[in-house]
């Protein structure tokens, strides 16, 4: 009687795992070759080498749960850890597994590696992939970001401690307004980012801190992470603009116009620092309040109902110039503002 064959050993994703950084792994510790994996996925083509840095593998739903199979785990259960299985791209019925570079909003992420380090099961380099360029470990106080630019790929947050506090604010800013605060963040990003370049607003003092406290002097690949806390309040105070905005409403009641100096000075004083505000800071965000003013002609809005008593905690939909929100890829994209860090600032400043 021959011997059975040996059941695949099972393994756990990590959460936010590529799907080839998942299969490779998968093949490592059943001593397979990937091409084999794949195979039993479904698929037909049988490439020898997988790299996750340059590849991904997208999959049809029923090579889904022929993956699961292999690995003990549910189909929904990958699903919720491996993000690009709900991208399959290319697959059918006639195709369940694609190998192919990567395309699309995605970027390829190294993951905490003290997170990783409290996962004794992992025995093999783990690769995300992140829709967004940067994330950040609350938990262990870390950004991650992508490193193909320059830089290091894993930057430890202490000592700056309110970058950590403020991810926590951004989630929950999030959550109370939706998808539409992505396109908040990535203007305030774009704003704070403005100011950095053209030493306004904290260059001089809090931002030269955390510069400092990095090790790295001005550095282009270091700004998302300097300036963030200061962003997030930015788009914090642009969620309260635009909440008054969509119901016609000048922030502050105030008598409408091209820009909204109350606002602006109230964006001042949420970050403490009213007197750079007034110093020149106020021009970004002037071109910001330009492309978010109420338009609605003063007649509609005294005739149009008012609006619910919870309006300021309701959540927002896409708001012009905001047409599309991508959910993924580069943050600036989603930002209706179109200077980039980098560029010269003359045309804001």
Do not use: K
């Amino acid at each position: 009687m021959e011997d059975a064959a040996p059941r695949p050993v099972g393994l756990e994703p990590v959460p936010g795992e590529s799907t080839g950084s998942f299969v490779r792994r998968l093949a490592q510790v059943n001593a397979a070759a990937v091409a084999d994996v794949l195979g039993e996925a479904g698929g037909r083509a049988r490439p020898q080498e997988l790299d996750p840095c340059v590849q991904e593998v997208f999959l049809h739903e029923q090579a889904v749960d022929r993956l699961a199979v292999m690995a003990w785990q549910t189909p929904q259960d990958l699903r919720r850890a491996l993000p690009t299985l709900a991208w399959s791209r290319g697959c059918s019925t006639r195709r369940l597994v694609r190998v192919a570079a990567w395309d699309g909003p995605w970027t390829v992420l190294e993951p905490c590696a003290l997170c990783l380090a409290r996962r004794a099961d992992v025995v093999a380099p783990v690769w995300l992939a992140s829709g967004e360029r940067w994330q950040v470990c609350v938990r262990h106080g870390r950004w991650l970001r992508d490193a193909s630019g320059g830089g290091p790929a894993q930057v430890s947050l202490a000592g700056l401690e309110p970058v950590v506090r403020a991810h926590r604010r951004w989630v929950r800013l999030r959550q109370r307004v939706g998808p539409y605060a992505r396109a908040l963040l990535a203007d305030a990003m774009q704003v704070s980012a403005c100011w950095w370049q053209s030493r306004r607003m904290g260059a001089e003092t809090v931002w030269a801190q955390r510069e400092a406290a990095l090790g790295q002097g001005r550095q282009l690949w270091s700004v998302p992470l300097v300036v963030y806390p200061e962003a997030v309040v930015v788009a914090e105070a642009m969620a309260v603009y635009e909440r008054q905005r969509r119901w016609g409403r000048d922030f502050g009641n105030g008598a409408p116009g091209w820009v909204s100096r109350h606002w602006i000075s109230f964006v001042g004083e949420r970050l403490g620092m009213p007197e750079e505000m007034q110093q020149g800071g106020y021009r970004m965000l002037r071109e910001w309040t330009l492309l978010h003013r109420v338009s609605a002609p003063v007649v509609a809005r005294l005739a149009q109902q008012p609006p619910p008593p919870d309006y300021l905690s309701q959540r927002l939909p896409a708001l012009p110039p905001h047409r599309a929100l991508p959910a993924q890829g580069a943050l600036e994209d989603a930002s209706c503002l179109q200077w980039r860090l980098g560029q010269a600032v003359t045309a804001v400043e």
